[in-house]
């Protein structure tokens, strides 16, 4: 089988008593993203891109919300639990966080190699502002969108791996 594209987005609200995760680095910030995990918006981003990639549904479907399992869950070992049911593998990612502050170019390398070294392949960020636009750009939220190439392994089909078990 051929390589697959997918595309990822999240957005979570800027809320006080929170740390701020992106892409598995804490980023110094008076505020953190509000969830149900730690609510780290790139690495949510980046698993979707995966899971749509391998036409295996979405992060909810996989860890929904209302699983009190998942309830402040590193997002990084969400995605590794997800890389290990594919198989596979992810060949890159392209990700863009989007945001007014805090600034992301500090912070791009660290968060490139905690990224990379998750998915097993190159993690590109890039960081953008919304212009002052909507929710995100009045500073509420942030944002991060990611495409990722994937190759199943061979003779693999697409389509959803099973939900994590109740007793996992």
């Not at 598995?24 to 780290?40: F, K, N, R, T, Y």
């Not at 009190?68 to 995605?79: F, M, Q, Y």
């Not at 600034?103 to 490139?112: G, K, L, S, V, Y």
């Amino acid at each position: 089988m051929s390589a697959r594209v997918g595309v990822g987005y999240d957005s979570h609200r800027l809320v006080p008593d929170r740390p701020l995760i992106l892409g598995g680095v804490e980023v110094p910030c008076e505020l953190g993203l509000s969830g149900h995990s730690d609510a780290d918006v790139l690495a949510h981003a980046i698993t979707d891109a995966i899971l749509g990639a391998a036409g295996a549904g979405d992060i909810g479907a996989h860890f929904p919300p209302t699983d009190e399992r998942w309830l402040d869950a590193d997002s990084i070992e969400l995605l590794g639990e997800v890389l290990a049911k594919l198989g596979g593998r992810v060949v890159n990612v392209d990700a863009t966080v989007i945001c007014e502050a805090p600034p992301i170019a500090p912070h791009r390398a660290a968060i490139e190699q905690r990224l990379s070294e998750a998915v097993g392949a190159q993690v590109s960020l890039k960081a953008t502002t919304n212009e002052g636009l909507g929710a995100i750009g009045r500073g509420e939220g942030i944002a991060a969108i990611a495409v990722a190439l994937y190759e199943p392994d061979d003779g693999a089909r697409p389509g959803t791996p099973p939900l994590p078990s109740s007793d996992e």
